[in-house]
């Protein structure tokens, strides 16, 4: 049996967390192709609702963003259901995982997708990013500060 040191463990997590966010962001370019936030798909939308500054950094929901992020949830969890335990720290380094997943995940969105690259991730050609801070969206900043944190705890 493999044994990791706790950080072998955190560096093998990271860089699977990496590497499935890449593979999803290729993924959404085939779909979405440069219309970002589902805006060409045949999904619902909410556009206005007090909730959404706060649980979609002012995005807005659609059809197609609820079931990715249900099932991305499910995905994360989804060791848990084959170990049969549950625990904080576990629970902590998943949604660390999940958090640092969808902040790389949306970047390389940009960076993979021909119509625009990393030289176009600018506040004034992302109009579904709404809060910007030092060049990034802030809910990169939020949560990647969150996800550190749960990391640490998780570890």
């Not at 463990?9 to 890449?22: D, E, N, T």
């Amino acid at each position: 049996m493999l044994v990791l040191s706790e950080m072998g463990r955190l560096a093998a997590l990271v860089a699977s967390v990496l590497a499935l966010a890449y593979l999803f962001a290729r993924v959404e370019v085939e779909i979405e192709g440069e219309a970002g936030w589902a805006a060409n798909l045949p999904t619902w939308r909410i556009e206005q609702h007090p909730l959404l500054d706060l649980f979609m950094g002012g995005r807005a929901l659609t059809g197609y963003h609820l079931w990715m992020f249900a099932f991305i949830g499910l995905v994360f969890h989804f060791p848990l259901f084959l170990i049969g335990r549950w625990t904080l720290q576990l629970e902590a380094s998943i949604m660390a995982s999940i958090m640092l997943f969808w902040i790389v995940e949306d970047y390389l969105w940009f960076v993979v997708n021909p119509a625009f690259g990393w030289r176009r991730f600018k506040q004034a050609l992302v109009p579904w990013h709404k809060h910007w801070a030092f060049g990034a969206p802030v809910d990169y900043w939020v949560f990647g500060a969150i996800s550190m944190l749960l990391f640490w705890y998780g570890a």
